[in-house]
């Protein structure tokens, strides 16, 4: 792959490119946060915003704070590691181009492992560690204390030592309704060569201790990952809670909602007329992402089989599923919805249904605003005499939040060959070949956008899911009559929806002359509404994506009645 000329320097090298005139600033560690040479990323942070440490406001949104990242490769301690012209950097591409003024400082080391594949590749990657893929979290990542400094002409060098490490994360303890299972995958370790661990977050019904011979459906809410089940609370809400501002959903005092509505969730979870089912939100996080898309990939390795063969029979066991296709279920957003859609395709006798919101793209002749296959830029459209830069993101209104331009360059300030831990990177790890490096072949040059039109054709046979539902309706669309279920709001913040009405367009053939049987399942789009409307029409989406574990459930349940099959249990859960 072709890196963003941050390749890794020598310290010499690294040395000779810093003006003697400019301002500096360097890094080291000492060696009592490490004594052996450490690999990684180092993140260099600016921030004018004195409300919280530079580490906790560094994203794609507008408020984002600046970020610089410098690729390190056995990182002795107490050597230091200068901060380049040529390092990228987010939302200013480079230090020179920092306005003068005082900035809280911060430095973070993103730590690498050293992976030798299953493929004989050797990569380095930061390993998961409980958190969830956010660097900025990672238990073991070395990091400065902030303090102010001036960044101007004539300003003093600045000198940032790494003297700090993020402490391990406290696991989240079970509790009567809200249980976890770990397990390590066979399949995975074998791929990337040291032990890997899938995990689950499982949520059990009422009654589940004291009725020891009764057997639950399960519905897999697919989702990024979670420690959690952030949308159940099993105390009543907090009175003293201080209200917080939903920038998203324009919403004051949105973390009461939260806690108002996951309180409601609980009251009727334990309601004596509810149903009894398992709700099971899967932790599959892994050097690449917080998670998985949960399909085998050539980068990430076989997740799918992972967890349809190692960890769900793990959770049904433990958990008493009735670990039958009739009985399962999968739904989810975003991520979560192109998992729900990709899951209920690629294992269609595992799962008797899925709901599919705002669902990422389904179809790349709409990757986003992009048509991989037909396009030749990801970053702009070339007109006669301008080109136009394509937006990433948008908010209610149809203003561009950032450009796809931007968000390649916040990705590629967090980390080279494809190591961002964010959207398009995964989506390359994902849905690409590897290259000969070891690393995901790219979907696009990051520096000029120039679409690799050969990694898009690999997509194409691979991931692109309406391609592929084109191609095997006659032999699949048979096992998905009556389970697909989509939703998106007509306005999504990630212009989803354009992929969506691709699907639609084909699905609407089925069930024509010479188009196979038809679907049977339904696609509905939300007026107006943004990322991640997930089909209920009465509730704004602020509320609805609280509801996730309830709201599907009359359709589930026909579903359930219409097509179990003869001596199917029908009653061991009903109680």
């Known amino acids: 792959m072709r890196t963003l000329s941050l390749a890794v320097l020598s310290l010499l090298t690294v040395a000779a490119l810093v003006p003697s005139q400019a301002q500096t600033i360097t890094v080291t560690f000492p060696a009592t946060q490490s004594a052996k040479p450490l690999d990684g990323r180092l993140l260099i942070l600016l921030s004018n915003d004195p409300s919280d440490e530079p580490r906790q406001q560094i994203d794609d949104s507008p408020r984002s704070q600046q970020i610089f990242g410098i690729t390190v490769d056995a990182w002795k301690p107490g050597q230091p590691?200068?901060?380049?012209?040529?390092?990228?950097?987010?939302?200013?591409?480079?230090?020179?181009?920092?306005?003068?003024?005082?900035?809280?400082?911060?430095?973070?080391?993103?730590?690498?492992?050293?992976?030798?594949?299953?493929?004989?590749?050797?990569?380095?990657?930061?390993?998961?560690?409980?958190?969830?893929?956010?660097?900025?979290?990672?238990?073991?990542?070395?990091?400065?204390?902030?303090?102010?400094?001036?960044?101007?002409?004539?300003?003093?060098?600045?000198?940032?030592?790494?003297?700090?490490?993020?402490?391990?994360?406290?696991?989240e303890p079970d509790t009567k309704y809200i249980r976890h299972i770990r397990i390590q995958s066979a399949l995975l370790t074998k791929f990337w060569g040291t032990p890997m661990y899938l995990g689950a977050i499982v949520m059990v019904p009422e009654g589940f201790d004291t009725h020891a011979n009764a057997h639950y459906p399960e519905m897999v809410f697919e989702d990024h990952y979670a420690s959690g089940m952030m949308d159940f609370r099993e105390t009543p809400p907090d009175p003293n809670l201080k209200p917080d501002y939903s920038e998203r959903f324009h919403l004051a005092g949105y973390n009461r909602i939260a806690q108002e509505e996951g309180y409601k969730n609980f009251q009727t979870w334990t309601a004596p007329n509810t149903p009894r089912y398992l709700v099971i939100k899967l932790q599959h996080a892994n050097p690449y992402y917080d998670d998985s898309y949960a399909v085998n990939s050539a980068n990430?390795?076989?997740?799918?089989?992972a967890i349809e063969?190692?960890?769900?029979?793990?959770?049904?066991?433990?958990?008493?599923?009735?670990?039958?296709?009739?009985?399962?279920?999968?739904?989810?957003?975003?991520?979560?919805?192109?998992?729900?859609?990709?899951?209920?395709?690629?294992?269609?006798?595992?799962?008797?249904?899925?709901?599919?919101?705002?669902?990422?793209p389904v179809d790349f002749h709409a990757y986003m605003t992009t048509d991989l296959y037909k396009d030749d830029n990801m970053m702009f459209i070339q007109g006669a005499n301008k080109r136009i830069e394509q937006p990433a993101m948008r908010d209610y209104l149809g203003h561009t939040l950032i450009s796809v331009r931007d968000n390649i360059a916040y990705e590629a300030a967090l980390g080279d060959r494809g190591r961002s831990g964010e959207q398009f990177d995964i989506w390359q790890a994902v849905f690409s070949p590897a290259g000969s490096d070891g690393y995901p072949e790219p979907i696009f040059d990051k520096q000029t956008g120039?679409?690799?039109?050969?990694?898009?054709?690999?997509?194409?046979?691979?991931?692109?899911?309406?391609?592929i539902l084109q191609r095997d309706w006659l032999t699949l669309g048979p096992k998905l009559q009556g389970k697909l279920h989509i939703y998106v709001g007509s306005d999504d913040t990630y212009f989803l929806n354009n992929a969506v009405y691709l699907?639609?367009?084909?699905?609407?053939?089925?069930?024509?002359?010479?188009?196979?049987v038809p679907y049977d399942g339904e696609v509905k789009y939300g007026p107006r509404a943004e990322h991640c409307w997930n089909g209920d029409p009465t509730l704004p989406n602020a509320y609805s994506r609280l509801h996730y574990n309830q709201m599907y459930l009359p359709q589930i349940l026909d579903r359930i009645q219409k097509t179990a099959p003869p001596n199917a249990d029908l009653t061991s859960w009903r109680y």
């Open 81 to 171: 590691v200068f901060l380049t012209a040529s390092a990228p950097g987010y939302p200013h591409t480079t230090f020179p181009d920092v306005p003068p003024g005082d900035y809280t400082i911060q430095a973070v080391l993103n730590v690498y492992q050293t992976f030798h594949l299953s493929t004989g590749k050797t990569i380095k990657l930061a390993p998961d560690r409980g958190e969830g893929q956010h660097w900025n979290l990672a238990p073991g990542n070395l990091l400065s204390k902030p303090r102010l400094i001036h960044i101007g002409p004539g300003s003093p060098p600045i000198a940032v030592d790494l003297t700090d490490v993020i402490p391990p994360i406290t696991p």
């Open 503 to 516: 699907m639609e367009d084909f699905l609407k053939t089925t069930g024509t002359p010479g188009h196979g």
């Open 450 to 467: 120039v679409i690799n039109h050969t990694t898009a054709a690999y997509w194409h046979d691979h991931y692109d899911l309406n391609a």
């Open 300 to 305: 990430l390795g076989p997740y799918g089989d």
């Open 309 to 360: 063969t190692e960890l769900m029979p793990a959770i049904e066991k433990q958990f008493r599923g009735l670990g039958q296709g009739w009985a399962r279920f999968l739904y989810g957003g975003s991520t979560g919805g192109w998992e729900s859609i990709a899951v209920q395709m690629f294992y269609p006798d595992h799962y008797n249904g899925a709901f599919i919101a705002c669902p990422d």
